[in-house]
C-alpha cells in the first residue's frame, strides 16, 4: 500500500536534465523567498533555529490530510493502511538517510530535544548510578546539556566537559584525563549551531568505547547539511530534527542500536507502545514501538520523506561543497570588515555554515532588528548555548545561517546592511 508521492518529481533545480548546483533554480522551490519582507527581497540567513520548506513538503502536508488522513497501526480500513505505510516508509527513508542501518532502530519523536530527552531519562535513568561520569563539550546547545545536568542531579553523578580552543574548536589536550573509565557517556555535538565547528565525532566514539563508555550525537545541525552515517562515525545514539533539514516541525529522530533500544525501559508510556495491559501488568511492544506512545505526528513524519528526498536528489555530498564554498565566501567577506569578530574557526572546511559574530560598536539585537527592516533574517540572542557565551565572554552574538537556497547575493546583501546600520548608528 503507498500513497500517492511526488517522489518522482524531481525538484526544480534539475528542471532542465543537469545536475549540478544551481541555487536560483533551488530557491524557486521555496514559495516563502518569493515574498517581501519589510519591503525588501527576504534574505532568509536563519537555517540554523529552523529550515524553510520546498514546494515538495508542503504539497505531501497538504495531500496527506486531503486524501489520507487517519490513525495509524491499528486501523484496518484503507485509509489506515495508507497512512501507514506512508508512515513506516519515512522510517525506512531516514534509516537509508544516516548510512543504512535498520528500519526497527529509528524512533520518531517531536524533536531532536525530545530524542535526547529519551536518552536521558530511558538509558539514563537506567545506566547512570551515583558517581559515574557524563562528558559533555562547552559548545553543546542547551538541549544536548539541560538533560544531562538534570540527570546529574538526580543520580548524583558528574558532569565534565571538554574546553575549547581559542577558535572555537575542542581542546583535546587534556582527552585523557576528561574520558577516564569513570565515563559512562560522552554526549557531544556533531556540528554546533553558534561557532559551525564540526567535531571529531569518530575519534571521541572510539575513546568512549576504550573507557567502556557509551556516545551520542546530537546531529541536529550536522544531518540537514553533510553526509551522516551514524555507523563509520562509531556512535551508539544520533538524534536530528526535520524542521532543520527541509521537513515539517514537530518531528525528531532518534537512531540507536537494536540491542540497546532492546534494553532500555519506555520512555513515554500509554497506548500504541503495549503488547499486553491488565490492571497488573504491562508489556511493551517491539521497538520501535515500545518508544513511540500515542498518536504520533503523522502528518509531519509522512512530509518529512520528500524533505529527504529533496536532499538526496541535490546531493548531501554536494549540499557540503556548497556550504564550505558559501561560508568561505561569508566569513571573506564579513571579514573585511573591521571591528567585526567572528566566532569558531575560520577554516570552512573545519565547519558549517552558522556564522556567529559580533561587532564591536552594535549590540546583536540592534544589529538583528536593523537587518530585518531591511527583510534579512538573522539571529541574535545566546543561541541556546549559555555556557559557551560564558566561555565567550559575550551576552550575545549574532548569527547568520546558511542552507541549500542562500547565494553570494545573499552574503552581500548582509554585509551591505550591516554597512548601512553602521552609518545609521554613527559607527
Ligand atoms: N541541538 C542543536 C545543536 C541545535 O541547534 C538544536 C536546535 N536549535 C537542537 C539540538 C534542538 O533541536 P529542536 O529544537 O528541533 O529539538
Known sequence: MSMPSDTDRKPALFGSG?????????????????QKVNGHRLVYLDSAASSQKPQAVIDALDRYYSQINANIHRGLHTLSEKATAAYENTREHSARFIGGVKPEEIIFTNGATEAINLVASSWG????????????????????????????????????????????????????????PRTKLVAVGHMSNVLGTINPVQRLAELAHKNGALILADGAQAAPHMPVDVKQLGVDFYTFSAHKMLGPTGVGVLWARQELLEAMPPYNTGGEMIREVSFETVTWADVPHKFEAGTPNIAGVVAFHEALSYLEAIGMDKIREHAIALTGYAIDSLLKLD???????????????????????????????????????IRAGHHCAQPLMRALGKVATARASLYVYNDEADIDALVDAIKQVRSYFGV
Do not use: C
Open 18 to 34: 543537469d545536475t549540478g548546483f544551481d541555487v536560483n533554480r533551488i530557491k524557486a522551490d521555496f514559495p516563502i523567498l518569493r
Open 125 to 180: 535513568g537506567q545506566n547512570i548510578g551515583e558517581g559515574d561520569e557524563i562528558v559533555i563539550t562547552e559548545m553543546e546547545h542547551h538541549a544536548n546539556l539541560v538533560p544531562w545536568v538534570i540527570l546529574a542531579q538526580r543520580k548524583k553523578a558528574v558532569v565534565k566537559r571538554i574546553p575549547l580552543t581559542p577558535d572555537g574548536q575542542l581542546d583535546l589536550t587534556d582527552i585523557e584525563n576528561i574520558v577516564t
Open 339 to 377: 571591528r567585526l569578530e567572528i566566532q569558531g574557526p575560520l577554516d570552512p572546511t573545519l565547519r558549517g555554515g552558522a556564522i556567529s559574530f559580533t561587532d564591536a560598536d552594535i549590540h546583536p539585537h540592534d544589529l538583528s532588528t536593523f537587518l530585518d527592516s531591511r527583510g534579512i533574517a
